[in-house]
């Protein structure tokens, strides 16, 4: 079955810099479009960047645009977000997901409610 593992979140301060992983199992990891998205406390889930099955397309967020860096290993299975200067605002629990393809369009690739699989989560807090 399809398997999303996050991992790299913590605590940090304003600033700081962390680096997210996602691990794929259960799919041909390279043939499909991930995304990463948020959920901050009392917000809904926010889409944050989408990556193509090649990594040759990068869309992002404009909150995170210039901070963030989506990028993947289709070798080890494994999708990354860098995250750097980042603020209290980004605290959130942090998803990666699969796309059904390898790209789409923006419209679609935004809307993260809708994607089939997802991982479980986790936590990124930025606070001094």
């Known amino acids: 079955q399809v398997q999303l593992v996050e991992s790299g979140g913590g605590l940090v301060q304003p600033e700081g810099s962390l680096r997210l992983s996602c691990a794929g199992s259960g799919f041909t990891f390279p043939n499909y479009a991930l995304t990463w998205a948020r959920q901050a406390p009392g917000k809904g889930l926010e889409w944050v960047s989408s990556?193509?099955?090649?990594?040759?397309?990068?869309i992002y967020a404009d909150s995170v645009k210039g901070r963030f860096t989506i990028s993947r290993d289709n070798r080890k299975n494994t999708l990354y977000l860098q995250m750097n200067s980042l603020k209290p605002e980004d605290t959130a629990v942090y998803y990666c997901?699969?796309?059904?393809?390898?790209?789409?369009?923006?419209?679609?690739?935004?809307?993260?409610?809708?994607?089939?699989?997802r991982g479980q989560g986790t936590q990124v807090t930025v606070s001094s």
């Open positions: 997901a699969k796309y059904y393809r390898g790209w789409g369009p923006r419209e679609d690739l935004f809307r993260v409610d809708v994607y089939e699989y």
């Open positions: 990556i193509s099955s090649g990594g040759q397309f990068t």
